[in-house]
């Protein structure tokens, strides 16, 4: 396949990987302008024609805090301190809320986007990459309202520790990319992915940290939990905002750090190697 690059005249031959590749960042630089209108595309139709709108971003977190401080802060009393309960639960799920969203968006986004990508090149990667704009507007609106109950509580100042929040983030969408491309490649293929992962990401919620604390797990035990990546992210995000404990170990830090690492390589890895055959097995 050939395409004219709008910069160069020259043609440029396109070629499928012939062995397992990274995806090229370079390429996608290249394709820039590409991206910040899938960026403008992803939030137009996000927010447009939709009944509650920008309302139900507000809503969302609002609706989980109120059902799990029932239920799990009165009824079970889970045990959290001295931090309130709706507190210790908003704190880890605006962390949840903007890994889920980035995993998904980035599931679909080539299978979602066949129309286009049977019609023209570009660096595939600009469509998972383009809606972690999205699900950055959401974590936005949804730290607001952590920041508004935090103040409200008035034992949470601002401190040092927010610095850390931005790398917490960069962290999250690494490894979220890294599950979202791995299914997205997995879909090309397997239609019942889509189903299997609503159904991974509602068992993950349950094994993380977010309605009860990782302490509660035996000391003996407690590294298990930390081979899932999020509970040093969450338990990181709380220790920023809440001043809760300390960050987790150096060792248990390493362990969620190459498991995440380790899937984010193999996801980018599978998303490359389908990329260029998804118009051919669809």
Not at 33 to 61: E, S
Not at 146 to 173: A, E, H
Not at 217 to 237: C, H, M, Q, W
Request: proline share 6%; with cysteine; aromatic share 16%.
């Amino acid at each position: 396949m050939t395409t004219l690059n709008h910069k160069n005249p020259a043609p440029i031959v396109i070629t499928p990987p012939s062995k397992l590749e990274l995806p090229d960042f370079r390429e996608l630089w290249d394709y820039k302008g590409l991206f910040f209108f899938l960026v403008r595309r992803d939030l137009k139709v996000r927010f447009q024609q939709t009944f509650i709108g920008f309302l139900w971003i507000v809503l969302q977190p609002l609706i989980q805090m109120l059902i799990f401080y029932v239920i799990l802060g009165i009824l079970v009393k889970v045990p959290t301190g001295d931090i309130p309960y709706h507190l210790f639960f908003l704190s880890a799920f605006v962390i949840w809320q903007f890994f889920t969203q980035v995993v998904n968006a980035s599931a679909m986004s080539l299978v979602g986007n066949i129309g286009i990508i049977v019609k023209s090149y570009f660096p595939r990667l600009a469509l998972p990459l383009s809606s972690v704009a999205s699900a950055l507007v959401d974590f936005g609106v949804s730290f607001i309202i952590l920041m508004v109950f935090l103040l409200l509580d008035g034992k949470y100042p601002i401190t040092i520790r927010y610095l850390l929040i931005p790398v917490l983030l960069i962290l999250t969408t690494i490894f979220a990319s890294g599950v979202g491309l791995l299914f997205g490649a997995l879909m090309v293929v397997f239609r019942d992915m889509k189903n299997l992962l609503g159904f991974i990401l509602m068992m993950w919620m349950y094994v993380t940290p977010i309605m009860y604390p990782a302490t509660l797990a035996p000391e003996k035990y407690r590294i298990i939990f930390y081979f899932n990546p999020l509970t040093s992210l969450v338990d990181g995000f709380r220790w920023a905002v809440l001043k809760q404990g300390s960050l987790p170990t150096p060792g248990y830090l390493v362990v969620s750090f190459l498991v995440a690492g380790l899937i984010w390589f193999c996801g980018a890895l599978a998303f490359r190697s389908m990329e260029n055959k998804i118009a051919d097995i669809m």
